[in-house]
């Protein structure tokens, strides 16, 4: 996360938040997690199980199951995490087994204060702590082995599960120590701390693509999704939404035309304290499709609220009203004296930049199934949010959040979707109105237009350089709906450089770049327009999906207005000078690593071709990965673009699992390419028009180019990989369209109307 942000930080590592008392259980709300198939079993282990943390417990047959704290959506950090496991324990993959943690506050991160899944923190956040957990079972087996052995521990070597003696041959099995009892050294955090881990020339597990452990039940079907929970006696729910994405209540529900519907139970109208939903209903009954008919048949009126009448243009002129006023925001950068330095500059030149709301639309339909037994809530559901969406629950239920027990289930899909709980809801609701569990899914038509969705942004960015080109001050202004203040969390805000109050840094980021800019102003500004009318989530990219398509845009703008080729004027103010050094020196290392990939500058290109640059110190300055993109793009005298290829080179310090990497940055620059070119949602009438995947059109296979990957690896911190490479693409895109064709663009996305005006102006 941002450095600004409190109490939150990848840097510092409390080992005693993990509970690394090995050799003894820890305790917590149990609440009968035993038995939920695929989850329950890591959960209860049986009393023989040797458990070297919370984390991963080894049974007497010697398997080693780790128990992933992360929500898995396809990006396999489950296994991610067993192989950082399984490096410093010494064990063999093949005895690897992976599970999902639930809300049971044993696995309560007190860094964070939350179980999340996102800004690419995963591997980051978790490398240090999941390396001491194994070696520090390492060391347990080690010396239990020594006892049983007669050898002294120092002499023992540790190898596919296997503890070794080479004077005597001897030798034991894990499965051997575990089922003699002979591990039973424990840690202090200190202790933990102390431990000397493996340099990254001893790696003998990370750095190797080994087989993901969750592929096997992925593709045999036995990986237990939200969709595939079945409870005996449960009923469904569809729910019927309003025409206005938020504000509005329900006047009155007829029906009349649900009770002819066969296995129809009941129409449940939503009371939802947490102000999660508003205006909806959900149809009960005894399967879904039969749900579906009731819902379809239910005859509801509405008032449609405050928001009833706005749209995209209602919330894009409110975001440049409010830009204009001299004290709305906060800043988030304030360096130098930008004011002096412009009214200075020999040139200023002065640019807007806009984004469209987008969808996050992940192919597993929203789904949540809620089953009350007595006192206590049961939520079955793939989330990426447990802490906060176990309090959502909760709330609608309105109960303690402490009698809310959340089973995670593997995700079909997330991209910060299943960041929110609003699937819980009717779930919860509906389940506590009829009496039995009830399992809700959305349409597709509903998750598209109730989606907390990325918001519509406005940008303007003015920039001064001095007679020889020098960019010698830079003004940004960012306005837009503010996500994480919607969640309520005090601590995932920051404080603003002027004092005046928190602010959203996820609206933000990627705006304090690595660039050497001496006076250099950010300022983020809350269009509460958009922040009641369309509320806003994380999508994959966050802030930086826009920040960086204005300020790597610009930086074109100026290189070209100082007649200086892109490339080499970013590389230019990469200089590492101050706040910026280590940083900048890793970014223009990876620029260096894409242009030479793609050829950037060695080549004639034909008419109507060109290449564009971009460099991203993507998710947050704190935890940024180093990324750059070479966009090749073809652009017809119609304005229709047409991109070629993407080269996208990353520093990713450590890389755990090379083709997982490969995987994610690829699947990352598709995103942004789509994103760029192709994804785009509207407000009409308070509404959200795009319904389906024929009105929203993300990248279609024909439309794929073709991507390279580089990997820059050096043995620094591991670093986040999901996430940055959408960040780079767009601006690249839009630098390559103007080498191609002079053709300046700053909205997206970018269409073949906005190249062509843009080529005749």
Same mark, same amino acid.
């Given at each position: 996360?941002?450095?600004?942000?409190?109490?939150?930080?990848?840097?510092?590592?409390?080992?005693?938040?993990?509970?690394?008392?090995?050799?003894?259980?820890?305790?917590?709300?149990?609440?009968?997690?035993?038995?939920?198939?695929?989850?329950?079993?890591?959960?209860?282990?049986?009393?023989?199980?040797?458990?070297?943390?919370?984390?991963?417990?080894?049974?007497?047959?010697?398997?080693?199951?780790?128990?992933?704290?992360?929500?898995?959506?396809?990006?396999?950090?489950?296994?991610?995490?067993?192989?950082?496991?399984?490096?410093?324990?010494?064990?063999?993959?093949?005895?690897?087994?992976?599970?999902?943690?639930?809300?049971?506050?044993?696995?309560?991160?007190?860094?964070?204060?939350?179980?999340?899944?996102?800004?690419?923190?995963?591997?980051?956040?978790?490398?240090?702590?999941?390396?001491?957990?194994?070696?520090?079972?390492?060391?347990?087996?080690?010396?239990?082995?020594?006892?049983?052995?007669?050898?002294?521990?120092?002499?023992?070597?540790?190898?596919?599960?296997?503890?070794?003696?080479?004077?005597?041959?001897?030798?034991?099995?894990?499965?051997?120590?575990?089922?003699?009892?002979?591990?039973?050294?424990?840690?202090?955090?200190?202790?933990?701390?102390?431990?000397?881990?493996?340099?990254?020339?001893?790696?003998?597990?990370?750095?190797?693509?080994?087989?993901?452990?969750?592929?096997?039940?992925?593709?045999?079907?036995?990986?237990?999704?939200?969709?595939?929970?079945?409870?005996?006696?449960?009923?469904?729910?569809?729910?019927?939404?309003?025409?206005?994405?938020?504000?509005?209540?329900?006047?009155?529900?007829?029906?009349?035309?649900?009770?002819?519907?066969?296995?129809?139970?009941?129409?449940?109208?939503?009371?939802?304290?947490?102000?999660?939903?508003?205006?909806?209903?959900?149809?009960?009954?005894?399967?879904?499709?039969?749900?579906?008919?009731?819902?379809?048949?239910?005859?509801?009126?509405?008032?449609?609220?405050?928001?009833?009448?706005?749209?995209?243009?209602?919330?894009?002129?409110?975001?440049?009203?409010?830009?204009?006023?001299?004290?709305?925001?906060?800043?988030?950068?304030?360096?130098?004296?930008?004011?002096?330095?412009?009214?200075?500059?020999?040139?200023?030149?002065?640019?807007?930049?806009?984004?469209?709301?987008?969808?996050?639309?992940?192919?597993?339909?929203?789904?949540?199934?809620?089953?009350?037994?007595?006192?206590?809530?049961?939520?079955?559901?793939?989330?990426?949010?447990?802490?906060?969406?176990?309090?959502?629950?909760?709330?609608?239920?309105?109960?303690?959040?402490?009698?809310?027990?959340?089973?995670?289930?593997?995700?079909?899909?997330?991209?910060?979707?299943?960041?929110?709980?609003?699937?819980?809801?009717?779930?919860?609701?509906?389940?506590?109105?009829?009496?039995?569990?009830?399992?809700?899914?959305?349409?597709?038509?509903?998750?598209?237009?109730?989606?907390?969705?990325?918001?519509?942004?406005?940008?303007?960015?003015?920039?001064?350089?001095?007679?020889?080109?020098?960019?010698?001050?830079?003004?940004?202004?960012?306005?837009?709906?503010?996500?994480?203040?919607?969640?309520?969390?005090?601590?995932?805000?920051?404080?603003?450089?002027?004092?005046?109050?928190?602010?959203?840094?996820?609206?933000?980021?990627?705006?304090?770049?690595?660039?050497?800019?001496?006076?250099?102003?950010?300022?983020?500004?809350?269009?509460?327009?958009?922040?009641?009318?369309?509320?806003?989530?994380?999508?994959?990219?966050?802030?930086?999906?826009?920040?960086?398509?204005?300020?790597?845009?610009?930086?074109? /703008?100026? *290189? %070209?207005?100082? #007649?200086?080729?892109? +490339?080499? !004027?970013?590389?230019?103010? $990469?200089?590492?000078? @101050?706040?910026?050094?280590?940083?900048?020196?890793?970014?223009?290392?990876?620029?260096?690593?894409?242009?030479?990939?793609?050829?950037?500058?060695?080549?004639?290109?034909?008419?109507?071709?060109?290449?564009?640059?971009?460099?991203?110190?993507?998710?947050?300055?704190?935890?940024?990965?180093?990324?750059?993109?070479?966009?090749?793009?073809?652009?017809?005298?119609?304005?229709?673009?047409?991109?070629?290829?993407?080269?996208?080179?990353?520093?990713?310090?450590?890389?755990?699992?090379?083709?997982?990497?490969?995987?994610?940055? /690829?699947? *990352? %620059?598709?995103? #942004?390419?789509?994103? +760029?070119? !192709?994804?785009?949602?509207? $407000?009409?009438?308070? @509404?959200?028009?795009?319904?389906?995947?024929?009105?929203?059109?993300?990248?279609?296979?024909?439309?794929?180019?073709?991507?390279?990957?580089?990997?820059?690896?050096?043995?620094?911190?591991?670093?986040?990989?999901?996430?940055?490479?959408?960040?780079?693409?767009?601006?690249?895109?839009?630098?390559?369209?103007?080498?191609?064709?002079?053709?300046?663009?700053?909205?997206?996305?970018?269409?073949?109307?906005?190249?062509?005006?843009?080529?005749?102006?």
């Amino acid at each position: 996360m941002n450095k600004h942000v409190k109490n939150v930080t990848p840097e510092t590592t409390d080992l005693s938040r993990r509970s690394f008392l090995v050799g003894t259980a820890a305790t917590g709300l149990v609440l009968g997690y035993a038995g939920v198939p695929g989850i329950g079993e890591a959960l209860a282990a049986a009393p023989a199980n040797f458990e070297p943390s919370v984390w991963y417990a080894i049974s007497p047959d010697g398997l080693v199951t780790v128990t992933c704290g992360k929500a898995d959506m396809g990006q396999h950090i489950a296994s991610t995490m067993a192989q950082i496991v399984c490096e410093e324990l010494g064990a063999k993959w093949s005895d690897m087994r992976v599970n999902l943690a639930s809300n049971d506050p044993k696995f309560n991160d007190p860094v964070l204060g939350a179980q999340i899944t996102g800004g690419s923190w995963s591997t980051m956040m978790n490398f240090d702590a999941m390396s001491r957990a194994g070696a520090a079972g390492r060391m347990a087996l080690t010396e239990g082995a020594a006892a049983s052995m007669g050898v002294p521990a120092s002499e023992l070597v540790v190898r596919d599960s296997v503890i070794s003696h080479a004077k005597s041959k001897k030798h034991m099995s894990f499965a051997d120590v575990v089922k003699g009892g002979k591990a039973t050294k424990t840690f202090t955090p200190d202790e933990l701390k102390a431990i000397k881990l493996k340099t990254p020339d001893q790696y003998t597990m990370i750095g190797v693509s080994v087989p993901q452990v969750d592929i096997p039940s992925k593709t045999n079907g036995t990986a237990k999704y939200g969709m595939d929970v079945m409870i005996p006696g449960m009923a469904y729910g569809a729910v019927v939404t309003p025409p206005v994405r938020y504000g509005a209540t329900v006047k009155s529900v007829d029906d009349s035309d649900a009770k002819k519907v066969p296995g129809f139970i009941k129409a449940v109208t939503l009371d939802d304290k947490t102000q999660t939903t508003t205006g909806w209903v959900v149809a009960v009954a005894n399967t879904y499709a039969n749900a579906k008919k009731a819902a379809a048949a239910l005859k509801v009126s509405y008032d449609g609220g405050p928001n009833a009448k706005l749209s995209s243009q209602s919330l894009l002129d409110e975001a440049k009203r409010l830009q204009k006023l001299d004290d709305s925001g906060q800043f988030f950068v304030k360096d130098g004296d930008v004011g002096a330095a412009l009214g200075s500059a020999a040139k200023v030149l002065e640019a807007e930049y806009t984004t469209s709301i987008n969808i996050h639309a992940p192919m597993e339909p929203m789904n949540a199934t809620a089953e009350f037994k007595g006192d206590i809530l049961h939520i079955y559901s793939g989330n990426q949010f447990a802490t906060r969406s176990g309090a959502i629950a909760a709330g609608a239920a309105g109960i303690d959040p402490k009698f809310v027990v959340m089973h995670q289930m593997w995700l079909g899909g997330g991209f910060g979707r299943r960041l929110d709980a609003d699937m819980m809801v009717p779930a919860v609701q509906a389940a506590k109105a009829v009496g039995k569990p009830v399992k809700v899914i959305y349409t597709r038509e509903n998750d598209m237009t109730m989606d907390f969705s990325r918001p519509l942004t406005y940008q303007k960015v003015k920039a001064g350089m001095d007679g020889d080109g020098k960019l010698v001050a830079l003004s940004h202004d960012v306005v837009s709906a503010w996500p994480t203040q919607r969640w309520g969390i005090p601590d995932f805000l920051s404080p603003s450089v002027d004092k005046k109050g928190p602010l959203d840094a996820f609206t933000v980021n990627g705006s304090d770049f690595f660039y050497t800019v001496p006076n250099h102003n950010v300022r983020a500004i809350k269009n509460e327009m958009a922040h009641n009318a369309t509320p806003s989530g994380q999508l994959r990219s966050v802030a930086p999906g826009w920040t960086f398509w204005a300020v790597e845009s610009m930086i074109d /703008e100026i *290189a %070209a207005a100082a #007649g200086k080729d892109p +490339a080499q !004027y970013r590389i230019s103010l $990469l200089d590492g000078a @101050g706040k910026n050094d280590g940083g900048a020196q890793r970014l223009r290392n990876t620029l260096l690593a894409a242009m030479g990939l793609a050829g950037y500058g060695t080549k004639k290109l034909p008419k109507g071709e060109g290449m564009g640059v971009a460099c991203v110190s993507s998710q947050e300055r704190a935890t940024a990965s180093w990324t750059a993109c070479v966009a090749h793009v073809a652009v017809a005298p119609s304005g229709e673009v047409t991109v070629k290829k993407l080269t996208v080179a990353t520093d990713v310090g450590t890389q755990v699992h090379p083709d997982n990497i490969r995987a994610q940055v /690829e699947g *990352a %620059a598709l995103w #942004g390419l789509s994103l +760029a070119l !192709y994804e785009k949602a509207t $407000l009409k009438d308070g @509404g959200i028009e795009q319904t389906n995947f024929d009105s929203y059109t993300p990248l279609r296979m024909s439309q794929m180019p073709e991507v390279a990957v580089a990997v820059i690896a050096n043995g620094e911190k591991a670093t986040g990989v999901g996430e940055p490479a959408v960040t780079v693409v767009a601006p690249a895109i839009g630098n390559a369209i103007f080498n191609a064709s002079g053709a300046r663009v700053r909205a997206l996305p970018i269409t073949a109307e906005a190249v062509k005006g843009a080529m005749k102006a």
